[in-house]
């Protein structure tokens, strides 16, 4: 309260009820014991910080705010005539406008305690990143990058969710935004901040959603802010299965008819497509694309049948029956980024059913023998079904 100069007015701004920690508006109990004299007015002044720099004057004790930090809400009662255009929001202070009344004689009086409140402004920001991803080992990792915008006030904390599908069911909580999944699907990773005491028991990894939570928020008023939106990543898992199948095949007549019989362990994604090649040779060579892996060949020699799921919109033109290896595809393929659900180029040796040994794509005898050759290979989820064929003698 200001002294009151000697006069027989004596202007009463009495007191506020309210403040506290608010989520959003102001709105202090009206104020108690106020005295308005003639040629007086009342009005209301919002203030920040410890400063008091008025920010808002109003003719009820009602207020809207757009960021965090501590306000106040104060009774200002005052000559009617008092030129308030002095008051520069955003600049003037309390207190300047206290000792512009004392300096001036000016009979008025200030709630200078007033209704404060602390406004709590989590802001989960947006993150970058996003888009396709080959899972085309056992795992891929997908990593999103905070834009900056962001804001963890005092009290609060600042974690990351990875969720999946379009009903955003939370997978994994960590610190950075960075998540490693194992299998395709649809995944997003979100930015979330939230009162660092709230008890995060109640998330079930790949049962509760998003939406379970923003529930949860709302129903106890807590004041959190989620990046709904966040950075989504579409992971696609080809794989190309094993075949069974291969053996030794007399070419008694003009051609003789390979078959290999898929194992019912493939995948294709949506947006894949699913093929049969038949390669010849070590090396490789292709020699024959189909829809089913059933091949005629008109010659002897080493043929291997694969399943090879790529993207539907592959340009498989490039393909050279007769030139183009599968090194070659592998070589396109990663050139361009493109997830193969087939053998891959990493070479992790495995084994070969008649001796030899197995190395990425190829699968070459040590020395060459005639028998039923199945190459089995750790690394991927390929196998290849192998013939030798041989003229009738």
Known sequence: MWPVQPSTLRPNAGTLSGGGSVLSGMQPTPPTATATPAGYSLAYVLTSGAELT?????????????????????????????????????????????????????????????????????????????GDVCLSGDAAILTATPNGDSNT?????????????????IQQLGAAPEFTVTSGGLYTIHTFVFPSDLDLSVVVPGTTTGGDVLALLAANNICASL???????????????????????CLSGDAVTLTATPNG?????????????LTSGAELTIQQLGAAPEF??????????????????????????????????????????????????QRDHGTLSGGGMAEGWWCPARPPVVMCWRCSQRTTSAQASMWLVQPST
């Open 227 to 249: 990046d709904v939106a966040g950075a989504a990543f579409n992971v696609a898992d080809p794989n190309a299965g094993t075949l069974s199948g291969g053996g030794d095949v």
């Open 54 to 130: 008025i920010q808002q004057l109003g003719g009820t004790p009602e207020f809207t705010v757009t960021s965090g930090g501590l306000y106040t809400i104060h009774t200002f009662v005052f000559p009617s005539d008092l030129d308030l255009s002095v008051v520069v929001p955003g600049t003037t202070t309390g207190g300047d406008v206290l000792a512009l009344l004392a300096a001036n004689n000016i009979c008025a009086s200030l709630d200078v305690a007033g209704a404060a409140f602390n406004v709590a402004d989590p802001n989960a920001g947006t993150l970058s990143g996003g």
């Open 265 to 277: 362990d493939s995948n294709t994604p949506a947006g894949y497509s699913l093929a049969y090649v």
């Open 153 to 169: 006030p005092a009290g609060y904390s600042l974690a990351y969710v990875l969720t999946s599908g379009a009903e955003l069911t």
């Open 296 to 345: 005629t060949v008109t010659s002897g020699g080493l043929y291997t049948i694969h399943t090879f799921v790529f993207p539907s919109d592959l340009d498989l033109s490039v393909v050279v029956p007769g030139t183009t290896t599968g090194g070659d595809v592998l070589a396109l393929l990663a050139a361009n980024n493109t997830g193969l659900g087939g053998c891959s180029l």
